[in-house]
């Protein structure tokens, strides 16, 4: 389990690299991320979740992950009741929650790879992190 925003920074920031700083996207057009794609990628917090596993908290959960992500989720509700490992942090960890909302937000507004490699450059300066080589 990755415990430090340091080990969950390098994790997710390894990651996006690995798929060229592309967006999660479930429809171009509207830009509506996702946290995995039909095509492979994910977002910043679909790196830090098992598919398989949250594709049964997802059948489990239903509409609630409509009106909600399922870090926001997770961290209201027993994680014990979603069937299999889903996330690879401590959901009920409040910092940790926040940190991985930031990176969230740096996936979500990085409209392009140029773009999301700033807006994680500055979770680097804002968390006085490293980035990872």
Known sequence: MLKTKQEIFDHVYKALKEQGFEQSVQDPDTGDCMYFSP???RCAAG???DQEAFEQAEEFLGDTLEFHGIVE???NVKVSHF?????KFD???G???SFIRKLQDAHDNGFTPEKMEINLSKVVEDEDLTLPE
Do not use: K, R, T
């Open 47 to 49: 790196h830090l979740m």
């Open 39 to 41: 095509e492979g990628l």
């Open 95 to 97: 910092l940790i929650v």
């Open 91 to 93: 959901p009920y960890d």
């Open 73 to 75: 989720v997770a961290h």
């Open 83 to 87: 069937p299999g490992e889903v996330f």
